[in-house]
């Protein structure tokens, strides 16, 4: 039998060593083992690194949530699950299904739609497999020359979230605008042509065989809408938030946690405002990036994925894992290892937060680490975190 006290005190003491060597404002470690029944956790740092340093209400704890950039587009997967386990949509349903008037050439020639996408499928959407946009446009001669980003609302939404202040900031604070906005988006991606933000090269028509890492998951949701006549945000927490419950939220991050990035000037991590402003809590595309979780959070989305925890009710965890096109069906895992497609793994990357991901479905076993900083030294410090992480795992029957 491990010592899981000598186990817990080597993430403590790691914790704090990446903590003094990289100073870096707070990180949070996660391991999940022996199929869920053994989760450890460690939380070090501070809030926020301009406040004092020896306030308790400045220091992180297991109840703070820390963001985990796109490691919310495969937490998504799972939402998504939830509602395909509730008979509200299939893995397979289109959306020309959902959004009914796209099959119309009226209506597509009225908004300036193609028709190459009106069967890509919900799985396809959520596994990155849809070749719709992408980061990336692979330009037309399909020589997978990259172009540039095409997300029809990366620039718009991001630099409204970021900049805030307008006079009519508020009509687009309620859940009924979010609606629209994703409605909008899906309709944008949908277009016949692409043109790369506020400049007039023409990229043409989308390369479906391109599959791009892409915020298609936005329109998964959008999907989930229309069908169920109310905002994601609604649909998120009636299902899994409350009744499980889960500790993940949306919006600006919460509880006086700050995002950081590096001053090069000083040498030191500096609070970035911009991210806990009020409107991003109406940030339409908060699903693809804008997640939070505390520790026991993101070990229960561990113990989820390696099927250590069920509920019926949700979501068909065969289903929601079940491999597509080198993707994970609902997981939307960036890759898959060579053993048992293990480990199934995610970053996440924001202009304030860090983290990364690893699960072993099969073993039962899994670790995450989470930041409130990034660039710096940032890298360097998730990285020896997750080394110690995973050292523990696959030693583990040796402490």
């Not at 992180?60 to 799972?78: M, Y």
């Not at 409605?183 to 016949?192: A, G, I, P, Q, V």
Request: include cysteine; charge should be positive; hydrophobic fraction near 35%.
């Amino acid at each position: 039998m491990p010592n899981i006290a000598k186990i817990q005190k080597a993430i403590d003491d790691t914790a704090r060593l990446v903590i003094g060597a990289y100073k870096i404002p707070a990180i949070a470690a996660v391991l999940v083992n022996e199929n869920g029944s053994k989760v450890l956790h460690s939380v070090q740092g501070l809030k926020d690194a301009s406040k004092s340093t020896t306030a308790a209400s400045n220091k992180a704890g297991k109840g703070d949530f820390f963001n985990v950039g796109s490691i919310s587009k495969p937490i998504t997967g799972l939402f998504i699950a939830a509602l395909i386990k509730r008979g509200d949509l299939k893995w397979d349903t289109k959306i020309s299904d959902v959004f009914t008037e796209f099959k119309s050439k009226a209506f597509r020639d009225h908004c300036g739609l193609n028709s190459n996408f009106l069967n890509t499928k919900l799985y396809e959407l959520i596994s990155h497999s849809s070749g719709m946009g992408g980061q990336f446009y692979f330009d037309r001669n399909n020589d997978n020359k990259r172009r540039g980003d095409t997300d029809p609302f990366r620039v718009p939404e991001e630099q409204g979230i970021l900049a805030g202040g307008s006079s009519r900031d508020s009509e687009w604070m309620s859940f009924e605008s979010l609606r629209y906005q994703r409605y909008l988006y899906t309709l944008l991606y949908m277009k016949k042509k692409k043109y790369k933000y506020k400049q007039t090269d023409d990229l043409g028509y989308n390369n479906k065989n391109a599959t791009g890492y892409s915020s298609s998951v936005t329109i998964a949701t959008a999907m989930a809408e229309r069908k169920l006549g109310r905002a994601w945000e609604l649909i998120m927490t009636e299902l899994l938030l409350h009744p499980l419950p889960m500790e993940m939220r949306f919006g600006a991050v919460p509880n006086g946690m700050q995002h950081h990035s590096y001053n090069t000037g000083s040498g030191k991590f500096v609070p970035n405002p911009s991210f806990t402003n009020t409107l991003s809590n109406y940030s339409s595309k908060f699903m693809t990036g804008a997640i939070h979780c505390t520790v026991e959070g993101m070990a229960q989305y561990i113990r989820y994925n390696i099927r250590a925890l069920t509920y019926g009710q949700a979501f068909d965890v065969t289903a929601y894992q079940k491999p597509v096109t080198g993707a994970a069906q609902g997981g939307l895992f960036l890759n898959t290892g060579a053993n048992n497609n293990e480990p199934l793994w995610h970053v996440g990357t924001t202009g304030g937060s860090r983290a990364v991901l690893n699960v072993y479905p099969h073993t039962g076993a899994g670790y995450a680490v989470m930041m409130n900083c990034v660039d710096g030294n940032s890298q360097a410090a998730m990285d020896d975190m997750s080394k110690a992480l995973a050292d523990i795992y696959k030693n583990w029957n040796t402490y």
